[in-house]
């Protein structure tokens, strides 16, 4: 049966008011549907925002969105740390001391590896500056982009790294 070209173009303008509502995630985002890089568990019951962000690592990683699961990595990584800092009441340590900002990554890692009131393991020791080299290209380097093997390659690493910082911050 021939299409009316009027008819199609009101059909088409009429599902592209519709699709979004019914094509796009809700505010909230969706569950990832696997937990190849952080067990669920292992995050449950912490907080939403780190809840949240250990989902956005799992799902960027299920949809191929390298870089983004790297930055992802590296912002849970950051929370964790800046968490761990604030059990133990020692957020001065990775304070600017005049405006009160939190320090960059590279700084929080340093201080992480070198503070004496908890001892890291070794792999977490070994695991850290490696996943802050992997977040910082994937969110800063212009001509860098992730691919699966990058990822795969931390995932032991950043398993263990937040595993331990989520001790630590006693957040488990």
Sequence with gaps: MPVNARDALALAKKLKGSA???????SEGIRAASEFILPHA???????????????VNGCYEKGWYDGCAVM????VETLIIECFEEHNITHKIQNPTSGDYFY??????????????V???????????????GDKSAHSRRFN???????????????????????????
Excluded: H
């Design 105 to 118: 990554l590279g700084a929080l890692v340093d201080a992480t590896l070198n503070e004496k009131t908890w």
């Design 20 to 26: 979004p509502k019914s094509f796009v995630a809700p």
């Design 42 to 56: 292992m995050i449950f019951g912490t907080t939403g925002y780190i809840e949240r962000v250990a989902n956005q």
């Design 120 to 134: 890291l393991g070794r792999n977490a020791k070994k695991g850290l500056p490696r996943l802050k080299g992997i």
């Design 73 to 76: 990595m590296r912002r849970l």
């Design 146 to 172: 992730a691919y699966r093997a990058d990822i795969d390659n931390l995932s032991d690493d950043f398993r263990t790294v937040c595993q331990e910082l989520l001790y630590i911050a006693k957040l488990k």
